[in-house]
């Protein structure tokens, strides 16, 4: 792809800024903007003032989705950021930290725990399919984790959790060390070399793996699994709660992927129904912003990540008492912003849910 031609076809239009949660939080940062510096910094020899401004993204694609041009911004972000990484060895302090953890110790957080400490159902050794938890499930949300085993367990899914599993590198690639990222992409790949499917749980590792890792055609979010799995058991839905929930939908799985029918049929098995007592965001499903942790912005600027997480969570509060998402990382990052803002309304993940019914 001949970058620059690409970028040369920005209309000036400024429609992918309607859709940019960082955009819509600060005023400034926009797709738009990116793509002006992202042009800098592929034609200039010296660094650009602004180049920070390409790492204020979180990667969400909404800005490819609604661009009249069809620019594959989030793809021209990538590259810029590789760029800066490669030509002038940015780091941001805490990238720099991350990065070493995960070749240290097979995670970002250089916990030294074995990566299913929290284990405590039992599991086959062997199988041709693959449950690739993540590491934030298995070190920041353990008891999701336990929940997800146990959903599987009861709707009798075949797989294994590989004791070997790594950080995918997901996010040693979004911060632009992609020299990095396929060290870890080539010694992943051979461990996944035994396996016919992989089921993955993280929204970020299952983006990473289609997109990065080339396996598509294998790879399958839990959701896909648990919503054909209860289907076909056909299990009874319970009568509509009293209460009112609302959904998030994780940007990568959502938009590049068309998984957005599944959490809401998965829910009514937990009482909420659509157009009933499961509402909306103003803007949702393959339009919906982004929580604003993904894409590194935890890394390179944390209160800003949670202040869009902070406006997510307060437009939810006024439409319902439960937050329903998928994504670890929009799980974590809501429920700092509810604490850190004080907002009244309980963060779920589906599957902690679900666990308590089966």
Not at 9 to 17: A, F, N, Y
């Amino acid at each position: 792809m001949n970058f620059i031609e690409v970028i040369n076809k920005c209309k000036d239009c400024r429609e992918c800024e309607n859709y940019c949660s960082i955009f819509l939080s600060t005023g400034k940062y926009g797709p738009h903007e990116k793509l002006k510096i992202a042009k800098e910094i592929l034609e200039e020899s010296e660094k650009p003032k602004k180049w920070e401004t390409v790492f204020y993204c979180t990667k969400c694609e909404a800005c490819d989705l609604n661009c009249p041009e069809n620019i594959p911004i989030t793809k021209i972000i990538d590259e810029a950021r590789r760029v800066c990484v490669n030509k002038w060895g940015i780091q941001f302090p805490r990238q720099e930290i991350l990065t070493k953890n995960i070749f240290k110790t097979g995670n970002p957080f250089g916990k030294t725990l074995s990566r299913l400490h929290w284990l405590d159902e039992p599991i086959k050794e062997k199988s041709k399919t693959l449950l690739h938890i993540g590491c934030m499930y298995s070190y920041i949300l353990p008891n999701t984790a336990k929940s997800i085993v146990k959903i599987l367990n009861k709707l009798d899914v075949d797989f294994t959790i590989s004791p070997n599993e790594n950080c995918c590198g997901y996010f040693v690639y979004n911060t632009g060390n992609h020299t990095a990222a396929y060290k870890l992409i080539k010694n992943n790949i051979k461990e996944f070399e035994q396996y016919d499917r992989i089921i993955t749980a993280c929204a970020g590792c299952t983006i990473f793996f289609k997109q990065q890792y080339g396996l598509n055609d294998k790879v399958v979010h839990l959701i896909e699994v648990v919503d054909e799995k209860l289907k076909e058991k056909n299990i009874e839905l319970p009568e509509i709660k009293k209460i009112n929930a609302i959904f998030h939908d994780s940007c990568h799985i959502s938009r590049p992927f068309d998984i957005i029918k599944q959490p809401r049929d998965v829910l009514e098995y937990l009482g909420f129904k659509e157009g009933k007592n499961l509402k909306e965001f103003d803007l949702t499903k393959e339009l919906g912003t982004c929580c604003g942790a993904d894409g590194g912005m935890r890394i390179i600027n944390k209160e800003l990540a949670i202040k869009i997480g902070k406006e997510r969570v307060e437009e939810a509060s006024k439409k319902a008492e439960i937050l329903f998402t998928l994504c670890p990382f929009c799980i974590n990052n809501f429920y700092k912003a509810m604490e850190d803002y004080d907002i009244d309304i309980k963060i779920k993940s589906i599957f902690e849910e679900l666990a308590h019914i089966l």
